[in-house]
Structures are given as structure tokens and as C-alpha cells.
């Protein structure tokens, strides 16, 4: 009995020091992060650190409103761009391991209108293709000039990027994808697909993975916010998140920027599941925590079956027209919706009007880095968002 208090009291005062450790790093490191935002090139900035245990650090600088003086926390919310796309590839398997699909399937066996590439009228685009760029789809100009649209009519002193259409021009999203994909679709091109047949040559398309969401709604009878909702962010408790702003906690929103003085005008991604999930590093965190446990045998919103088919490298030399080797290239190989690097990261980067993101997961120490920025970035701005980044691989393993 003695000996077990002996050991108690022991685990008991090497936690107090672990804690007072972890605190006085953090501390250290925040005092760094809040340096580098003193270039004065980004608004706000919001970071996580994790594991498969959860978020190690977490801290929001700067301003989500300057206007008001508003501070960006680790709880402030904002779109996330194409770090949206992974949830994507776990709700694709989330249907699978339901019975609803199969990754190899044709996706016509899902749509109401027909996708096929006319340069290969008799080959079928799968779902596989979709989820790793190979679908032959490519996006058209019509996904840029029409695919973003303001809140309101009346923004105010806000900036309205020329790409902004008005809100009267919001479509629903399936009837977007048809526009643009099937024969009959008004904005139709031949050349929105490749010349290559399917499945060989990787093509980064956005509008293949809003295709891939559409594709799980007509699978599962559910609407693709909904079924995510049920099948992940509930689970790991992401009450911050969601996919349109009625979803979400407004007031806890970011205003976003094209450069540190100029507020954009409040915009909707009318193609939202390839960008247009608003949620906080803290909830971004659970999620990549759960990535990292996933990718370790222990995740709890999809089997490991499931987990080594999302993390696996579908991907080689003859898919590509050229590959990039650097750390954190997700695009040198493809999971399911997520990216592989040739050097053992794998996560997902993102980008919108007055967004900046990166998510990322060390593969041999299995620790994890989230930024997430409010703010277009010019060549200063993106020495200051390097910067925060490596600040944070310098810290990771000290946590």
C-alpha cells in the first residue's frame, strides 16, 4: 500500500512539472508568434498544434475585425478554403463503410444527369478519380468568375472583387456542377475535360470534388451538410463548424481582407464543399487530431480499413506531367481528398478571396500544424506566414 501511494505521489508531482513545462513553452512561444505578427503584413492569424491526443497549443493574434478592434482567437470562425476538401474524402468513406457507394464506382450510377468525358465517350469517370484528381475534369473559367457571391447587395466601403456576383445569381450547387459538366449545361465546354482519359493524369479540380460531394447526396439521400454534420463534426464535438453561415455562430466570424487595410465584401462559395467550410483552429484541430489517429489504427468516426484507403498513395510518376518533391507539396500524391508529400506530410493547403491556409501532419513524429489567415497575402505577407509556420516546426516537438 505504501509503495502505491510512493507511486501516486510520484505521477502526481512529474505531471505538475510536465504542465509547468508545457506551460512555459507555450508561453515562449507565443511571445515569438506575437513578434512575428508585428511585421504588420497579416490581420489576424489563428495556429494549433496537435497530436493524436488532442490540441497541444492553440492561439489566435491579431484582429478578426480591425474596424471594432476585435481579436482573432483560436475560437474566431472563417472559411478554410481547400482544407474543406478532406472532409470530402471521410464522408466518402464514411458512405462506403455504409453501403450507400464504392469508391470504384462509375459516378453516373449517382447523378441525375450524365458526366462523361467526349474525348473517351466510353470510359466512366469513378468516384476513386474524383477524390484524387484523375477524373480528367479540369476547372473552366466559368468555375472562377461565377463560382463566388456576395451575402448582400450593399457591402458598404467594402471591396467587391470583380469576381463577385450579385446574390440574386446563387444557384444551388448541383445545378452549378450541371451548368458546367453536362452536354446540355449552359456554360458546357469540351475543353473543361482533358484530352487524357480518366484515371490517368492528375488535374487539381474543384469542380470534381464539389462533383464528389453531389455524388454522396444522391448515394446517402442526405444533403452533403447534413451528412457531415452527422458523421463527423458531431462526433468530434466540432460545434463551431459548419458549412453556411446560418449554420454557424456569425458573430464569431472573421472579417476577411485583400490586403491589411482593405475589408472584402462577405462572399459564399456557391460550390461549397470544395472550400466553403467555416469553422475555427480549435474545431480544425479535433479534426486533424483525429486524422492523426486515423492514420495510427485508433480513430473513431471511420474503421482502420477505412483510414489505410483515405491515407494510401493512389498516385505514381506516370499520373503526373511533373512532380514536386518539397515538404509540404500536397500534390505529389493523392490519398482520398487528402495530400501526400514526398516527405511524409500529409494534409491539405487552401486558398480564397482574403483566405490562407495550411493543415499538415508529420508522418514519423505524428504531431500537427494548423494556420489559418484572414488575409490576402503579398510577397511580405507571405514571408510573415513562413515565418509562423516555421516558428511553429520549431516548437512542435518541444511540446
Given at each position: ?40 503584413h ?27 478592434n476585435?481579436?482573432y ?7 478554410i478554403?481547400?482544407?474543406s ?10 458512405a ?46 466559368k ?5 463566388y ?19 440574386d ?7 452549378f ?13 469540351k ?26 447526396e ?28 446560418s ?11 485583400s ?14 464543399p470544395?472550400g ?33 484507403k ?11 506531367k ?5 515538404l ?59 515565418d ?5 516546426e520549431e ?5
Open positions: 500500500m505504501r509503495k502505491l501511494i510512493i507511486l501516486i505521489l510520484l505521477n502526481v508531482l512529474l505531471y505538475q512539472s510536465y504542465a509547468q513545462t508545457n506551460d512555459s513553452i507555450a508561453k515562449k512561444l507565443t511571445k515569438e508568434l506575437e513578434q512575428i505578427y508585428s511585421q504588420g497579416i490581420n489576424g492569424f489563428s495556429v494549433a498544434i496537435v497530436n493524436q491526443d488532442g490540441i497541444l497549443f492553440e492561439k489566435g493574434l491579431g484582429y478578426s475585425n480591425r474596424e471594432d476585435k481579436i482567437t483560436e475560437n474566431t470562425i472563417q472559411n478554403a481547400s482544407i476538401k478532406t472532409f470530402i474524402g471521410i464522408a466518402l468513406l464514411k462506403q463503410e455504409l453501403g450507400k457507394l464504392n469508391l470504384n464506382d462509375p459516378i453516373n450510377k449517382y447523378l441525375p444527369f450524365k458526366v462523361i468525358n467526349p474525348n473517351f465517350s466510353n470510359t466512366s469517370i469513378t468516384i476513386r478519380q474524383l477524390a484524387t484528381h484523375t477524373s480528367s475534369i479540369r476547372d473552366p473559367s468555375y472562377e468568375k461565377n463560382g457571391v456576395l451575402k448582400e447587395k450593399n457591402n458598404g466601403a467594402a471591396k467587391v472583387n470583380s469576381n463577385f456576383r450579385s446574390p445569381e446563387m444557384v444551388p450547387y448541383n445545378e456542377l450541371k451548368n458546367i459538366l453536362h452536354k446540355e449545361g449552359k456554360w458546357y465546354k475543353n473543361t475535360f482533358l484530352k487524357k482519359e480518366p484515371g490517368t493524369i492528375f488535374e487539381y479540380s474543384n469542380i470534381a470534388a464539389g462533383l464528389a460531394a453531389f455524388v454522396i444522391n448515394a446517402v439521400g442526405e444533403s452533403f451538410n447534413e451528412f457531415t454534420k452527422t458523421h463527423i463534426f458531431n462526433p468530434l464535438e466540432m460545434s463551431n463548424s459548419g458549412w453556411f453561415l449554420e454557424v455562430d456569425f458573430s464569431n466570424h472573421s472579417k476577411l481582407y490586403d491589411k487595410e482593405t475589408e472584402l465584401a462577405l462572399y459564399q462559395l456557391v460550390n461549397y470544395d466553403g467550410l467555416i469553422t475555427s483552429s480549435n474545431d480544425l484541430g479535433k479534426h486533424l487530431s483525429e486524422l492523426i489517429s486515423g492514420y495510427n489504427g485508433n480513430g473513431k468516426i471511420l474503421t482502420k480499413e477505412s483510414y489505410k483515405l491515407f494510401k498513395s493512389y498516385l505514381a510518376d506516370k499520373n503526373f511533373e512532380r514536386n518533391e518539397g509540404y507539396d500536397d500534390e505529389y500524391n493523392m490519398g482520398i481528398f487528402i495530400g501526400i508529400s514526398a516527405q511524409g506530410q500529409i494534409g491539405h493547403t487552401g486558398g480564397d478571396p482574403g483566405v490562407v491556409t495550411h493543415m499538415f501532419f508529420n508522418t514519423k513524429t505524428n504531431i500537427g500544424k494548423i494556420l489559418i489567415v484572414n488575409t490576402d497575402l503579398e510577397k511580405d505577407g507571405i514571408k510573415e506566414f513562413i509562423i509556420w516555421k516558428k511553429l516548437y512542435e516537438i518541444k511540446l
